[in-house]
């Protein structure tokens, strides 16, 4: 089945600097890549996502690239601020008939240090 | 905005009761699915529902069954809680759309503890 591996499990910035997040997966048809959000003591909350049919897509400071040749993809945030400090989750799904279930990387715990 | 909401923030129960953790969702979605969240390992699927009656295992569906009665409903069920299900449960919805992958929209989360 699917697997993915998320890097670094933890990340220290300063704030203005940039953090880049990867993860790799090992199902090649595997399609839909979201990423997730999760403040301390809150839901996982969805930032971004990417299909397999684009490389990048760009939503302010926040990017994901797409290498499908590679099975690896990544989150890139710039000019960090203390309010992106979270777990940040990486995650992989295929098409399944009638469905679509993710798997989820183990988490990075992202810290901005103003 | 979808609103998923999960009945107990917080739960203590006693090893060998059956515990119920219910999710209600308010947007129709026609996929419900049930996590446990423990540091370093991620979430980790237990069990989904992709239609009313109807349930699939996860990756780790062991000491655990699901009931999906209504659409808007999705029950996780401890048959025998045990301590080694201490833990947070998250719940979650997504929307049915053809042959497209929809985001998973999630609960507050449960967080269980087993005495």
């Known amino acids: 089945g699917e697997n993915v591996e998320q890097h670094p499990s933890t990340l220290s910035v300063q704030e203005g600097d940039s953090a880049v997040i990867k993860c790799t997966y090992s199902?090649?048809?595997?399609?839909?890549f979201p990423w997730y959000k999760q403040e301390l003591g809150k839901r996982p909350q969805l930032i971004i996502d990417?299909?397999?049919?684009?490389g990048e897509k760009k939503d302010q400071r926040i990017a994901v690239t797409l290498n499908k040749t590679a099975k690896h993809f990544s989150l890139h945030i710039t000019e960090t601020q203390p309010e992106d400090s979270a777990v940040y989750f990486c995650?992989?799904?295929?098409?399944?008939?009638?469905?679509?279930?993710?798997?989820f990387g183990a988490g990075t715990r992202l810290a901005v240090h103003p | 905005d979808v609103k998923v909401t999960q009945s107990s923030r917080y739960l203590v129960k006693r090893t060998g009761e059956k515990v119920f953790l219910e999710c209600v969702q308010d947007?129709?979605?026609?996929?419900m699915f049930w996590y446990r969240q423990d540091p370093g390992l991620g979430l980790r699927l237990i069990y989904f529902?992709?239609?009313?009656?109807?349930?699939e295992k996860g990756d780790i569906p062991e000491g655990y069954s699901v009931s999906r009665e209504k659409k808007e409903r999705f029950s996780l069920i401890l048959e025998s809680a045990s301590t080694n299900q201490t833990s947070m449960y998250l719940c979650?919805?997504?929307?049915?759309?053809?042959?497209?992958?929809?985001?998973?929209?999630f609960g507050d989360g449960t967080r269980l503890s087993i005495l």
């Open positions: 990417i299909r397999s049919n684009v």
């Open positions: 995650a992989a799904s295929k098409r399944e008939v009638g469905y679509n279930k993710l798997i």
């Open positions: 979650a919805s997504s929307l049915e759309q053809g042959l497209s992958n929809q985001p998973q929209h």
């Open positions: 199902d090649s048809a595997s399609n839909y």
């Open positions: 529902s992709y239609d009313v009656k109807m349930k």
């Open positions: 947007m129709d979605h026609e996929n």
